[in-house]
């Protein structure tokens, strides 16, 4: 170890939040004027520890007969050597010392894509959240028009997209450095966008192509869609960790997916979401050829047979309950 030192008060999840530089040791620490680090700390004496050379060569805290004393790693010490990762706690504030050789990690590549982030993102999600709120308010309307479900829808949706995205902004300054609330509502926007086009765009396939199973195992897209979501809020607060990030909520993805098939299952004694397409949109979106009526009638049978089969299981379990 060599000098100059620098002693460093660290927030709660590690940042630092305030360097200090010492030319030389000793490095008196206190809150009294006359110490070479002003600990600005009720709960620390005005002469709290003393940072001095070793026996062995090394740095060593001595506290200096304090009330509140020294504490690492939750027990009171009376001296302990710093290696500079040490992190001890004088009244309510943590501190290490590093010296001037202490090595640093390797440079990390910038993947934050600054571009995405600030006020226009921010809008863009925000208009997005409202249009999407709005499109789903005129598909499920039935009744006479009423201005005001067309006003609030939007409104709601804004305040869902400021909610959830205020939600990751704190988290983000919590364990990040910076809130990046507009890249939160940005992705909340996209999201809920992908959300709501999936649904629409695989129901109108779905009765174009028959394609029946887009609909029945929709929700495990949307499965996957919210953890894409999940994925980028925290890819945002911790960009570091993308590898392990995605791993996690691939299994969060899997995990959830399998629920929603084990409660299918048990309610429905089926896997799909449900029996058959619940969507009918104007004939001349159909890009399937006409079947013919035996074809027709086949199918019919066929899902008569299945009909049967399912109404001959129900009494047959519910007796055996009994």
């Not at 030192?5 to 620490?29: F, K």
């Not at 649904?199 to 109108?204: D, E």
């Not at 979106?285 to 019919?300: G, I, N, Q």
Request: with cysteine; hydrophobic share 50%; aromatic share 8%.
């Amino acid at each position: 170890m060599s000098g100059p030192w620098t002693v460093e008060i660290l927030a709660r999840n590690g940042e630092v939040l305030h360097r200090h530089r010492a030319a030389g040791l000793p490095i008196r620490v206190g809150r009294a004027y006359d110490n070479d680090f002003i600990l600005d700390d009720e709960y620390a004496a005005a002469h709290h520890a003393l940072i001095e050379e070793g026996p062995d060569g090394g740095l060593l805290m001595r506290d200096l007969g304090t009330r509140n004393g020294i504490n690492h790693r939750r027990k009171r010490v009376q001296q302990i050597a710093l290696s500079g990762d040490t992190v001890v706690r004088m009244g309510h504030t943590s501190l290490r010392v590093r010296a001037a050789d202490f090595p640093v990690p390797a440079e990390l590549r910038d993947r934050t894509m600054h571009g995405w982030e600030g006020l226009l993102p921010g809008i863009i999600g925000v208009l997005l959240a409202a249009l999407v709120a709005l499109l789903v308010t005129w598909l499920l309307d039935a009744q006479p028009f009423e201005l005001l479900n067309y006003v609030l829808a939007p409104a709601a949706g804004i305040g869902a997209a400021l909610l959830w995205s205020s939600l990751w902004a704190f988290l983000n300054r919590l364990f990040g450095r910076y809130a990046r609330l507009g890249r939160h509502l940005f992705i909340f926007g996209c999201g809920l966008a992908a959300l709501v086009g999936f649904r629409l765009l695989a129901a109108v396939v779905a009765y174009a192509y028959s394609l029946e199973w887009l609909t029945r195992y929709g929700s495990h897209v949307a499965v996957a869609t919210v953890a894409g979501i999940i994925y980028f809020h925290l890819a945002t607060i911790k960009p570091s960790s993308r590898r392990r990030l995605r791993a996690l909520c691939t299994m969060a993805a899997l995990l959830a997916s399998s629920l929603v098939l084990i409660v299918n299952q048990q309610r429905h004694g089926r896997l799909a979401d449900e029996l058959y397409m619940a969507v009918l949109l104007p004939p001349e979106l159909r890009a399937s050829p006409d079947a013919t009526v035996a074809d027709y009638m086949a199918d019919v049978e066929q899902m008569r047979a299945q009909l049967d089969a399912e109404r001959g299981a129900a009494p047959a379990s519910a007796s055996g309950a009994n």
